[in-house]
């Protein structure tokens, strides 16, 4: 890919204004309840006490959602990135059962609310893959269908990737994840919330 072309994309990416109305915190205020961080966590939560009658300020000590949250892939995935595999070793089947749980939720709860405040923001669920990587063992695709369907994630095997060379690799594909455009999402979760008369500060240590 042209370098030019990906920075330029990379940077119409970013260049979303989240909260335009946020200024720095002056002088004092009254809210029932305080978030300090504006990414995806903090503006998610200030919707839901929102959601529940509360009166939400948002600190931020940087641009409203300016840090990882605005350099995400955008991919929304229920299982863990370092495999489900790996996860079992370290925690046991029950958590890593809740954390797919929890994340598969968070998927559907995203899809939810956008539908709820009508934000377009891009969300679409479609399939993903982890497929064996050159020079490895198809051992390691088993090993992780096996943990998959133990935590009870759907999941199918196939054999085939439509890229170079790719035929016969061994491949997961998990069903309806999803992908969208979180500047997008959060800028419509902070118009929502200052609606419920919820506030957004920046540039606020």
Same mark, same amino acid.
């Given at each position: 890919?042209?370098?030019? $072309?990906? *920075? ?15 200024? *720095? ?9 305080? $978030?300090?961080g504006a990414g995806i966590a903090g503006i998610s939560t200030a919707y839901e006490l929102a959601l529940g009658g509360s009166r939400v300020i948002v600190l931020d000590r940087g641009k409203i959602a300016g840090g990882i949250t605005a350099r995400t892939t955008a991919h929304l995935v229920p299982l863990c990135d370092d495999l489900t595999s790996a996860m079992? &070793? /370290?925690? &046991? +089947? ?5 954390? %797919?749980?929890?994340? #598969?939720? #968070?998927?559907? *709860?995203?899809? +939810? ?12 669920? /479609? ?5 064996? #990587? ?9 090993? +992780? ?18 890229? #170079? ?8 594909? %998990? ?9 997008? %999402? ?7 919330? +200052?609606?419920?008369? &919820? ?7």
């Amino acid at each position: 890919m042209d370098p030019f $072309i990906d *920075r330029r994309s990379k940077s119409l990416w970013m260049d979303v204004a989240v909260a335009p109305n946020a200024t *720095r915190l002056q002088g004092s205020n009254q809210c029932n309840v305080v $978030i300090i961080g504006a990414g995806i966590a903090g503006i998610s939560t200030a919707y839901e006490l929102a959601l529940g009658g509360s009166r939400v300020i948002v600190l931020d000590r940087g641009k409203i959602a300016g840090g990882i949250t605005a350099r995400t892939t955008a991919h929304l995935v229920p299982l863990c990135d370092d495999l489900t595999s790996a996860m079992i &070793g /370290l925690r &046991g +089947e029950d958590t890593s059962r809740l954390f %797919y749980e929890s994340q #598969a939720a #968070a998927v559907d *709860r995203i899809e +939810e609310i956008q539908q709820r405040e009508t934000i377009d923001c891009d969300f679409r669920r /479609l399939d993903g893959s982890l497929f064996q #990587a050159r020079d490895t063992d198809a051992k390691i695709i088993e090993d +992780e269908l096996d943990a998959v369907r133990k935590v009870g994630a759907p999941v199918r095997r196939l054999v085939g990737v439509p890229l #170079a060379h790719c035929a016969q690799r061994h491949v997961l594909r %998990y069903p309806r994840q999803g992908t969208f455009h979180p500047l997008k %999402y959060l800028r419509g979760l902070v118009a929502a919330i +200052e609606t419920k008369d &919820g506030s957004f500060h920046c540039d606020t240590a």
